[in-house]
C-alpha cells in the first residue's frame, strides 16, 4: 500500500501559488538587481559583479548547512513548513529594502548597502526554497506521480517569473511618475519606481506563500533520520546522479541568466529607438506568455510521444538555434521588435520546460540516493538545487558586469539625460553593441553545448531506470514495515 497520501486538488493549488509567489521575488532579483544598483543607481559593474558572486561563494556553505537544519526540524507543523514561512517573511523585508536603497549614499555607502542586503537576500531566500521544493519526495513515490506534482510547480513557477517579465518594466514606470517629486528625472522615476513594484511583489509572496503553509499538510517526519554536515557531503559525493543533475542547472541556467541581465541593456543601448522600453515590455510579454505555454501545453505534448531525456535534448537544440537566430538578427539593422520574437519562442520555450525537466531529474536522483546509500535526503540534495540556481546567477551576473565595464554601458557615461530621453543609444559605439551581442548569444551557446556533453556522459536515470529504483524503495519499505 502507498503510504503517501494523495494530495487534494486544493492542496495542488496551494503549493502552486507558492511556486508563482518565490519565482517572482526570484525573477525581481536576478533579472533587475544589477541594472537598478549599476545602471540606475551608478555602482561600478565590476564591483556589482564580485558582490552577486561572492554571496554566491557564501551560499555554498549556507546552503547545505540550511538543508541539513531542515532535515533536523522536528515540530506540531512538520520540518518544512516553518521554514517556508519564516524564510518567506524575512525574504519579503529584505526584498522591498534591497530595492529601497538611498540614493543619495555616496558610491562606497552604495556598494555596502548592496553586498548587505543582497547576501542577507540569499540567505533568506534559502531559508524558505529548501523546504518547499524538498516537499516534493516526501508527497510522491516517483514516476508519473511526482512528474505531475513537479510539471505543476515549475508550470507554476514559470508564472512567476513571467509575471515579473511582463510587468517589471510596464509598471515602474508608471509607480514611478505617480510617486516620484514632480521634478524628478527619468533616472529618479525609475529608482522610486521599482521600490514600490518591489513591495507589491513581496506582499504577494507573502500571501501565497502563507496559502501554501495553511493547506498543504507534509508527510508525518517520524522515524527520518538526520545526518551531520559530514554525512551530507559525503552523501552528495556518493550521489553521482544528483551531482551530475546539479552541474548540468549550473551550465543551462548561467547561460540563460546572462541573456536575461542583458536584455534590457540591449534594448535599451542597442535597439536603442525612442520606445526601447515599450518595445522590452512586449518582448517579455510575448517571452513570457511562450514559456508559460510551453510548461502547460507543449511539454505535456511531447510527454506524450518522448521520453523525459528525448524531451531534454530537444530543448537544448531549440534554445541553442534560438540564440544563434538572435546573434543573427542583432547584426542586422532591427527597428521592429516582432523579429526577435523568432529566436525569443525558441528560447524562452526551451527554458521553459527545461525548468521543469531538470527538476524532475533531480527529484529522481533522491529515490537513487535512498536505494544506494540507504537514507532519504531530500533536503540535502534540494538545498543543491537552491544553491546551484543561486550560482549560476552569480556567475551570469559577473559575466554581464565584466561585459558592461568593457564596454562602458551605463546611465550617464556617455551621453547627456537630454540626449538619452530621446534615444538610450546615442553615443555607443559599435564595437560596445558588438561585444553586448556576442556576450549575450555566443557565450550562452557555448554553456548549452557544455551542458549536453555533460548530461549525456553521465546522467543514467532513464523513465524506466525511474520507475525500477522507485519500485525496489517501496518494496524496501514494505519489507521492514
Given at each position: 500500500?502507498?503510504?503517501?497520501?494523495?494530495?487534494?486538488?486544493?492542496?495542488?493549488?496551494?503549493?502552486a501559488?507558492?511556486?508563482?509567489?518565490?519565482?517572482?521575488v526570484?525573477?525581481?532579483?536576478?533579472?533587475?538587481?544589477?541594472?537598478?544598483?549599476?545602471?540606475?543607481?551608478?555602482?561600478?559593474?565590476?564591483?556589482?559583479?564580485?558582490?552577486?558572486?561572492a554571496a554566491?561563494?557564501?551560499?555554498?556553505?549556507?546552503?547545505?548547512?540550511?538543508?541539513?537544519?531542515?532535515?533536523?526540524?522536528?515540530?506540531?507543523?512538520?520540518?518544512?513548513?516553518?521554514?517556508?514561512?519564516?524564510?518567506?517573511?524575512?525574504?519579503?523585508?529584505?526584498?522591498?529594502?534591497?530595492f529601497?536603497?538611498?540614493?543619495?549614499?555616496?558610491?562606497g555607502?552604495?556598494?555596502?548597502?548592496?553586498?548587505?542586503?543582497?547576501?542577507?537576500?540569499?540567505?533568506?531566500?534559502?531559508?524558505?526554497d529548501?523546504?518547499?521544493?524538498?516537499?516534493?519526495?516526501?508527497f510522491?513515490q516517483?514516476?508519473?506521480?511526482?512528474?505531475?506534482?513537479?510539471?505543476?510547480?515549475?508550470?507554476?513557477?514559470?508564472?512567476?517569473s513571467?509575471?515579473?517579465?511582463?510587468f517589471?518594466?510596464?509598471?515602474?514606470?508608471?509607480?514611478?511618475?505617480?510617486?516620484?517629486p514632480?521634478?524628478?528625472?527619468?533616472?529618479?522615476?525609475?529608482?522610486?519606481?521599482?521600490?514600490?513594484?518591489?513591495?507589491?511583489?513581496?506582499?504577494?509572496?507573502?500571501?501565497?506563500?502563507?496559502?501554501t503553509?495553511?493547506?498543504?499538510?507534509?508527510?508525518?517526519?517520524?522515524?527520518?533520520?538526520?545526518?551531520?554536515?559530514?554525512?551530507?557531503?559525503?552523501?552528495?559525493?556518493?550521489?553521482?546522479?544528483?551531482?551530475?543533475?546539479?552541474?548540468?542547472?549550473?551550465?543551462?541556467?548561467?547561460?540563460?541568466?546572462?541573456?536575461?541581465?542583458?536584455?534590457?541593456?540591449?534594448?535599451?543601448?542597442?535597439?536603442?529607438?525612442?520606445?526601447?522600453?515599450?518595445?522590452?515590455?512586449?518582448?517579455?510579454?510575448?517571452?513570457?506568455?511562450?514559456?508559460?505555454?510551453?510548461?502547460?501545453?507543449?511539454?505535456?505534448?511531447l510527454?506524450?510521444k518522448?521520453?523525459?531525456?528525448?524531451?531534454?535534448?530537444?530543448?537544448?537544440?531549440?534554445?541553442?538555434?534560438?540564440?544563434?537566430?538572435?546573434?543573427?538578427?542583432?547584426?542586422?539593422?532591427?527597428?521592429?521588435?516582432?523579429?526577435?520574437?523568432?529566436?525569443?519562442?525558441?528560447?524562452?520555450a526551451a527554458n521553459?520546460?527545461?525548468?521543469?525537466?531538470?527538476?524532475?531529474?533531480?527529484?529522481?536522483?533522491v529515490?537513487?540516493?535512498?536505494?544506494?546509500?540507504?537514507?532519504?535526503?531530500?533536503?540535502?540534495?534540494?538545498?543543491?538545487?537552491?544553491?546551484?540556481?543561486?550560482?549560476?546567477?552569480?556567475?551570469?551576473?559577473?559575466?554581464?558586469?565584466?561585459?558592461?565595464?568593457?564596454?562602458?554601458?551605463?546611465?550617464?557615461?556617455?551621453?547627456?539625460?537630454?540626449?538619452?530621453l530621446v534615444?538610450?543609444?546615442?553615443?555607443?559605439?559599435q564595437?560596445?553593441?558588438?561585444?553586448?551581442r556576442?556576450?549575450?548569444?555566443?557565450?550562452?551557446?557555448?554553456?548549452?553545448?557544455?551542458?549536453?556533453?555533460?548530461?549525456?556522459?553521465?546522467?543514467?536515470?532513464?523513465?524506466?531506470?525511474?520507475?525500477?529504483?522507485a519500485?525496489?524503495?517501496?518494496?524496501?519499505?514494505?519489507?521492514?514495515?
Amino acid at each position: 500500500m502507498d503510504p503517501t497520501p494523495k494530495l487534494s486538488a486544493k492542496a495542488k493549488l496551494s503549493y502552486a501559488l507558492g511556486a508563482v509567489g518565490k519565482d517572482m521575488v526570484y525573477m525581481l532579483s536576478a533579472s533587475y538587481v544589477l541594472y537598478y544598483f549599476q545602471d540606475l543607481l551608478g555602482v561600478n559593474a565590476i564591483a556589482m559583479g564580485v558582490i552577486l558572486m561572492a554571496a554566491r561563494v557564501f551560499d555554498a556553505f549556507n546552503d547545505p548547512i540550511m538543508g541539513v537544519i531542515v532535515a533536523r526540524t522536528r515540530t506540531r507543523w512538520g520540518k518544512f513548513r516553518p521554514w517556508l514561512l519564516i524564510g518567506t517573511l524575512t525574504n519579503a523585508v529584505v526584498l522591498f529594502l534591497m530595492f529601497a536603497a538611498p540614493p543619495k549614499l555616496n558610491a562606497g555607502g552604495l556598494v555596502a548597502y548592496a553586498a548587505v542586503f543582497y547576501i542577507l537576500w540569499g540567505v533568506t531566500y534559502t531559508m524558505m526554497d529548501i523546504p518547499y521544493w524538498s516537499m516534493i519526495p516526501a508527497f510522491t513515490q516517483g514516476g508519473r506521480e511526482r512528474e505531475g506534482l513537479t510539471t505543476l510547480a515549475r508550470t507554476s513557477a514559470g508564472v512567476g517569473s513571467a509575471i515579473v517579465t511582463v510587468f517589471t518594466m510596464m509598471l515602474v514606470p508608471l509607480l514611478g511618475s505617480a510617486l516620484a517629486p514632480q521634478d524628478a528625472g527619468a533616472r529618479m522615476i525609475e529608482i522610486v519606481g521599482f521600490k514600490w513594484f518591489s513591495l507589491i511583489v513581496a506582499v504577494l509572496f507573502v500571501i501565497f506563500t502563507v496559502l501554501t503553509c495553511v493547506n498543504v499538510k507534509e508527510k508525518s517526519t517520524a522515524g527520518m533520520e538526520t545526518v551531520s554536515v559530514g554525512q551530507m557531503f559525503k552523501a552528495l559525493v556518493q550521489n553521482d546522479q544528483a551531482m551530475t543533475v546539479t552541474i548540468t542547472i549550473v551550465l543551462i541556467n548561467a547561460s540563460i541568466y546572462i541573456t536575461s541581465n542583458l536584455v534590457i541593456y540591449f534594448f535599451k543601448y542597442d535597439f536603442g529607438t525612442t520606445g526601447w522600453n515599450d518595445a522590452y515590455v512586449l518582448f517579455n510579454m510575448f517571452g513570457g506568455a511562450i514559456q508559460v505555454l510551453s510548461m502547460m501545453i507543449l511539454y505535456p505534448l511531447l510527454r506524450r510521444k518522448l521520453n523525459s531525456i528525448q524531451i531534454f535534448y530537444l530543448c537544448l537544440g531549440m534554445a541553442v538555434a534560438g540564440y544563434a537566430v538572435l546573434l543573427i538578427l542583432a547584426f542586422t539593422s532591427m527597428t521592429v521588435v516582432y523579429l526577435l520574437f523568432i529566436p525569443a519562442f525558441f528560447i524562452f520555450a526551451a527554458n521553459g520546460m527545461l525548468s521543469v525537466l531538470t527538476t524532475v531529474f533531480l527529484a529522481n536522483t533522491v529515490d537513487y540516493g535512498e536505494l544506494k546509500n540507504k537514507r532519504r535526503d531530500e533536503s540535502v540534495i534540494f538545498s543543491m538545487q537552491t544553491f546551484v540556481v543561486k550560482l549560476a546567477s552569480g556567475i551570469a551576473a559577473l559575466v554581464a558586469s565584466v561585459c558592461l565595464s568593457i564596454n562602458h554601458l551605463q546611465s550617464g557615461t556617455e551621453v547627456s539625460e537630454a540626449d538619452k530621453l530621446v534615444d538610450w543609444s546615442l553615443g555607443v559605439s559599435q564595437s560596445a553593441k558588438a561585444g553586448l551581442r556576442f556576450t549575450m548569444a555566443v557565450i550562452p551557446i557555448l554553456g548549452l553545448l557544455a551542458a549536453f556533453i555533460w548530461f549525456r556522459k553521465r546522467y543514467l536515470l532513464t523513465d524506466a531506470k525511474v520507475a525500477e529504483i522507485a519500485a525496489q524503495v517501496r518494496a524496501r519499505k514494505e519489507g521492514k514495515a
